[in-house]
T-cell receptor, first 111, second 116 residues
Framework: QKEVEQNSGPLSVPEGAIASLNCTYSDRGSQSFFWYRQYSGKSPELIMSIYSNGDKEDGRFTAQLNKASQYVSLLIRDSQPSDSATYLCAVRMDSNYQLIWGAGTKLIIKP | GAGVSQSPRYKVAKRGQDVALRCDPISGHVSLFWYQQALGQGPEFLTYFQNEAQLDKSGLPSDRFFAERPEGSVSTLKIQRTQQEDSAVYLC??????????????FGPGTRLTVL
């Protein structure tokens, strides 16, 4: 069974620090990896996608992928209170539209 | 419209009642997805449409669940004889392409279904 695992948290980080969110997946055939942010009572919104091993940076966000270790992470630099949300990791096999989702990590940024 | 819309936003049903949930995708979007999200969990895939064709319904939990998109735009998810375990947020998402590797699914606000 395909699985995506995340620590449920909450992860508490001081404002201005780096928040590090982690995700592991079980299916070695996975090719596409996504981080979504979901505010309480709202729908998920895509913040990062990554397909190749290494780092991908977009503003304050950096996604890191290690396919050998089946591990994907999201770093948020200069964390702001507005970053407080649940972060969902989603994984997709190549040529497949289905996303397999983790349960999410709740992030709290303390002012 | 500017985004994906869903109605109703909240639905309370008595056990055994039938419900219908509506999704209006972004105009012109080819692909449409339905997900079920239980409290504290990530979304679970239910079904996928490409235009009016339902290409995958493998995630529908039982034959009480039925989805349609007859004209390739608006979609309806119907749940017959609702059970308490059906209580969840039902999310609809659309995408402007049928290419499997395309990134962005745009989510609607969801319908929160509570079955008493």
């Amino acid at each position: 069974q395909k699985e995506v695992e995340q620590n449920s948290g909450p992860l508490s980080v001081p404002e201005g620090a780096i928040a590090s969110l982690n995700c592991t997946y079980s299916d070695r055939g996975s090719q596409s990896f996504f981080w979504y942010r979901q505010y309480s009572g709202k729908s998920p919104e895509l913040i990062m996608s990554i397909y190749s091993n290494g780092d991908k940076e977009d503003g304050r966000f950096t996604a890191q992928l290690n396919k050998a270790s089946q591990y994907v992470s999201l770093l948020i630099r200069d964390s702001q209170p507005s970053d407080s949300a649940t972060y969902l990791c989603a994984v997709r096999m190549d040529s497949n539209y289905q996303l397999i989702w983790g349960a999410g990590t709740k992030l709290i940024i303390k002012p | 419209g500017a985004g994906v819309s869903q109605s109703p936003r909240y639905k309370v049903a008595k056990r055994g009642q039938d419900v219908a949930l509506r999704c209006d995708p972004i105009s012109g979007h080819v692909s449409l997805f339905w997900y079920q999200q239980a409290l504290g969990q990530g979304p679970e895939f239910l079904t996928y449409f490409q235009n009016e064709a339902q290409l995958d319904k493998s995630g529908l939990p039982s034959d009480r669940f039925f989805a349609e998109r007859p004209e390739g735009s608006v979609s309806t998810l119907k749940i017959q004889r609702t059970q308490q375990e059906d209580s969840a947020v039902y999310l609809c998402a659309s995408r402007d392409t049928d290419r499997a590797w395309a990134d962005t699914q745009y989510f609607g606000p969801g319908t929160r279904l509570t079955v008493l």
